[in-house]
């Protein structure tokens, strides 16, 4: 009768004022449409950014787009630089619209204000402030030592959506936890059989790409990997796959399965639970890398994933399931987000999605905030950021 | 490991082309319009006139109503004839627009056509045919062979939804049943310790409670009663309550639950599942109707109780669970309509909402078809007609 909930009461969701408590200056409708702008291009490139945040960014003078440019894969360059590299010369004066305050600092590329700098950008406005501490207001107040008008504060709750895992990843030192469920009307993820092809319609299921597409992982546990040898894959418009997790308490993979056979193709990540110490090796013959968590707990084990998923370069993962993983992860109040799909079956008998250890009484269980309920084809899902119960 | 599934399959909804055949006629707006004013009136007498269907009639000349009118309580005149009673003399030589087939045969009150007739009205609009074998085509015809023009078909799906528990009650001579269950997102009725206070917010609370209004009885297991002591009351705007129906396979009440204790406000049955005659007794000390459904077996036990409801003018019964009773219901494939409340809450464990015997698979499971998803409040609902497996 463990009960966990790790982090403290209401941590799972994003609260952006803790991050940028900038007052928002006055805009007009054209600062408004080249934000939006901006930000439809920092959309287009989340998932593929990882472990950067997703950016977008516009360059105008006199009312004319001259430049335009999103985060490139991790090493390529940040959208302002693109914006700036289409712009050229025509960036002498312009404004720039920024999803993201420009960073100050030196990491895989040189820093992003140097750059707006030497373009000869007049005005720089910046929806949200970046809470990265290597960031964090340094790039707005080094913009503006250089006499560039900064305003901020413009459409920043949605520019702070796009990258609400990488915000609250790189304030925790954490990984964010989606966890997704396809349900039957009754709760169930499978059959008595154990068969769970197909609850959803494929509807729904494309909506599931998209979410594995926006992650830097997706993950399942070892039941799941031997009951179904999922491909976890992205089939839907997007080059790379993100990475691939599985949770187990045996440092073994079953060597048939797709995740095994299939580890060239992108990072393959096995998390063990066991109680050794801390640390990563990687399988030569299969490249599979072997997490141990360190414990055999299997809540603080999932605590020091994400730890360490976080350390790795993991900023966001999609966890699918099976009923262990997500009821473990619900107990240990690890989950950011969840997304219960529900397909248009009632199965009656089968395996739960969720079976916590204890459970929670009604008057003080998990309840979901922000809820969104989307209608997909005949199905239905429902996202929300989980509120955990007080302690 | 019984698996049931009484009525053959996608039997449990209404095949509005089996019952009304007509071809729909030509329509003008006016038509239209006063054709939705008589569905208004249906609709708000929805649950008052059980076992009767709803009705609303309205009564114009020249383009000006000159009466409306809905079905009365059971005993009390049908709705063309309140509408006529508004109109008086100015009925003659007017148009009435009926939401259902006039009766031209004697019940509690003499036929309908009667008064149509001797009104003087010239041309009548009928919504939809009545499938009650005593009218069935009769009472149009009737009307025609007095020289009157009679119309069908205009609104004809809108009418028969106000009343598709009659029509399927009246054409299988069993009872409607409605399954209604208040779920958690992981579809749980109550958590471990038993409690389910509150699993949906008020919002969807206030629906259950129209649900209530517009059943002739309403019905809960001998377990929920035990354990929720459920009033079973409409506590919004209507004089009379629905009856009230527990299932037990003992044949005792608590003396102290609600639905013993208040009996005198409503009619009260227990339904006993036991291997007896099948036969009906009234306990005089609490006024509770005793029916012997003659099976200690669940699904055949329920068949039965469907049809002594039925005979007994029980047209449409909102079963409210709990787990058992829904179970055996759904598995008996005896549900025509199910509503799933969903509360915005995650227990982890406790009971089920739905836990039959043996199960169904993901391949050949229940699924719900003319479903609709709605929001209320914080919560939401879907509602559809169950399709059953095939056999």
Known sequence: MKVYYLPSNNESGLNIETIDRSVMEKFNSDDYRYMHLALDDARSA???????????????????????????????????????????????????????????????????????????????VVAVRDPNPLVAGKGISQLRRHGI?????????????????????????????TLKLALTLDGRIADSTGASKWITAPALRRIVHDLRRTHAAVAVGSGTLAADDPRLTVRCGRKANPARIVFSSVEAVPPQSYFYQHAWETRSIAVIRQKTERRITTDTASGIEFWYTGSDDPALSMAAFTEIAFSQNITSVLVEGGQKIASVLLEAGLVNRIYLFYGNRILGNGT????????????????????????????????????????
């Open 352 to 391: 739960d999605g969720i079976l916590t250890t204890s459970g929670f009484p009604v008057a003080n269980c998990i309840t979901l905030r922000e809820r969104e309920t989307r209608l997909a084809g005949d199905d239905f899902y429902i996202t929300g950021i989980p509120v955990f119960p007080a302690r």
């Open 46 to 124: 989340k998932g593929r950014t990882t472990p950067n945040p997703a950016v977008g960014a516009v360059v105008v003078v006199k009312n004319r787009i001259v430049g335009r440019g999103a985060t490139a894969e991790w090493g390529g360059p940040h959208a302002e630089k693109c914006a700036l590299k289409e712009a050229g010369a025509r960036a002498r004066g312009a404004t720039m619209y920024v999803t993201l305050e420009p960073c100050p600092h030196f990491g895989k590329t040189p820093p992003c204000t140097d750059a707006i700098i030497a373009a000869g950008i007049k005005r720089v």
């Open 149 to 177: 008008v900064v305003s901020t504060g413009l459409l920043r709750n949605e520019a702070a959506a796009v990258n609400e895992d990488f915000f609250w990843a790189i304030t925790r030192q954490r990984a964010y936890i």
